[in-house]
């Protein structure tokens, strides 16, 4: 029977066991032989010591806080949430770092795609700013404070936003499939930071290309040498494949050539009936016919009769196709015309998506001003600066062609991304579903946002989440199953552990001590429920935040049921539990139990559980 610890997963450990399972020969007292690793992997240890490397000041610290785990949780809050019953999308308020870490659990490996536009180093809004010794307490503190500056003057520019963004990069790229990718929205201040710091974290290999995203048809006049209407959009894959990512189809108001100058000489031959001409009906003689550069050798006669061959053409020419490539073609519906001068080309019904160019226009990603200027009118209102095009992240999920897959952003904004989600859903009839996080950084007071009674950067997007829902299902309402899309949202919240800590700072104060003896008595934090704890309790068994949660009694006790799709999970949590309650808990489907070591009165019962429990072939853990 396991007992859990309430910690978030242990990255550093699980790392370790990976690398003893393909090389348990580098392990010798429990840590790893370096030299004799980088042996095995067939870079030999020369007496030169120079090598390439991207360091700055604060990585070792920011890899270890990376790695350092948890003891914090997301406490659900239903009255901010919308659909809670049903849904299964993500809003998450919180400090990024820390949630991430307790992500690990429940999404390794499980998120398609990752979209973050991290705050650009511009020397301002920089709350990102970490503590080394306790991620949730440093998290209270950041929620109450304004913005930080970062100004170039600091000496430590470049340095604090490379702190910043290590670590996150580290533990989301855990959570991507083995087929994820992640796409990074950034500016010209971190560009060339931002790619070695991911060339180092997912793999040289695995950078799958820059896109320029021309953002501004009417950029500032900040600079006296150049308008900068672009931005730029980094992709990294978990483990770069070959399958071609899908941008726009082609549309070709005109024909394509059969041919190309620098391809070999080959013989074609069309069958009866499968070349369009507006050739007049008759014998044609064979010889070399089209033009003087694109010469088309016919090697039969042929012959037209009401705009088709009646026989088999047969030409020689530096096709594009071979044989067997005509034939597919010809079969999948592609039409291949014969011209007056006989200069052969094709032209599809429809054409594939053509892997995306490096360049997205503004026809296909929009632009800031045209983002602004909807998201004003959802509102009624301005309520946030410069927000990402919705229209750039639906070109962006469509690469992939994924429509049942989980999306992530971890630096959520206004959210942009969920809004893109839902939008696409109702257009393709996907199942997309998304995870936001984002800090609730105060707005200012001044700004228009704040005056609409938005406090926080969080009520922007949550009320954003919620008009756009509507919006999509009223545009879209003559749609067949417009009523099933997913529009709604949970909502948790980044805090302490719901469980109370043992204070053991020394004190004689006998009220005191009644005191802490009295709250670990009541198990729970003042102000929590047993429910905070139940989530508490799946996050950190890896159950998904969106499963739906039963409250059963059985004898008179209270019990809560997680209905995962492969199988469910019992959690008791209700003191002085009975074994009458127990037997009738046995009689459930249930896969796995978790019960609280306050469950049970004494040895004696925890004991007779187990017995059950066992006989049953069940597992049980306690918490």
Known sequence: MDKMDGMTMDIEQANMEKLKDVFPEV???????????????????????????????????????????????????????????????????????????LLQETYLGKIKMIYIDPPYNTGNDFVYTDDFADGIAHYKEVTGQAKKSNPETAGRYHTNWLNMMYPRLKLARNLLTDDGVIFISIDDNEQANLKKLCDEVFGEDNFVGKWNWYKSETPPNLSYKIKKNIEYIYAYEKHKDSVKYKGEKKNSPSNDPLTKPQNSIKKLVFPVGTISTKLKDGI????????????????????????????????????????????????????????????????????????????????????????????????????????????????????????????????????????????????????????????????????????????????????????????????????????????????????????????????????????????????????????????????????????PVEEREFDGVKAYIINHPAYKVLICLQTNITLSAVEEMGKETIGTYIFADRCFADANILSNTEEIFKKKDKEMRLF
């Not at 007292?29 to 030999?44: A, C, I, P, R, S």
């Not at 949430?81 to 299964?88: A, L």
């Not at 749609?479 to 204070?503: M, T």
């Open 27 to 101: 392990f010798a007292d429990g840590k790893v032989d370096f030299d004799k690793l980088q042996g095995l992997l067939g870079h030999y240890i020369a007496d030169d010591k120079e090598k390439y490397s991207f360091s700055w000041k604060g990585k070792a610290d920011s890899l270890r806080l990376a790695q350092k785990r948890s003891t914090g949780t997301l406490r659900p809050c239903k009255e901010e949430s919308k659909n809670w019953d049903t849904t299964e999308n993500l809003y998450i308020e919180g400090d990024n770092l820390e949630v991430l870490k």
């Open 284 to 547: 044609i003689k064979k010889g070399t016919y089209g033009t003087d550069k694109f010469p088309n050798t016919l090697l039969f006669d042929l012959e037209i009769r009401d705009g088709r061959n009646v026989n088999e053409a047969c030409f020689e020419n530096k096709f594009i196709w071979t044989q067997k490539t005509l034939q597919e073609n010809i079969d999948s519906g592609v039409e291949i015309y014969l011209s007056e001068n006989l200069v052969l080309s094709y032209k599809r019904k429809n054409y594939d998506n053509e892997v995306p160019p490096n360049f997205i226009s503004a026809k296909q990603g929009s632009t800031i001003e045209e983002s602004g200027k909807r998201l004003a009118e959802l509102f009624g209102v301005s309520v946030f600066d410069y927000p990402k095009p919705t229209e750039l992240l639906k070109y962006l999920l469509r690469f992939k062609d994924d429509s049942d897959s989980i999306i992530l952003d971890f630096f959520s904004g206004s959210a942009t991304t969920a809004h893109a989600v839902m939008q696409l859903n109702a257009e393709d009839g996907g199942n997309r579903r998304f995870i936001c996080v984002q800090l609730p950084e105060k707005t200012d007071e001044q700004s228009e946002a704040y005056k609409a009674g938005y406090k926080t950067i969080c009520e922007i997007g949550k009320e954003r989440i919620r008009r756009a829902g509507e919006k999509i299902k009223e545009e879209n309402k003559d749609k067949e199953d417009i009523e099933n899309l997913d529009i709604g949202f949970k909502v948790f919240k980044l805090d302490s552990s719901n469980l109370v800590k043992w204070d053991n700072t020394p004190t004689t104060d006998e009220e005191e001590v009644k005191k802490r003896i009295q709250q670990s008595i009541f198990y729970l934090v003042e102000g929590r429920s047993d429910l905070d704890l139940v989530y508490e309790i799946m996050l950190k068994n890896g159950l998904s935040l969106t499963l």
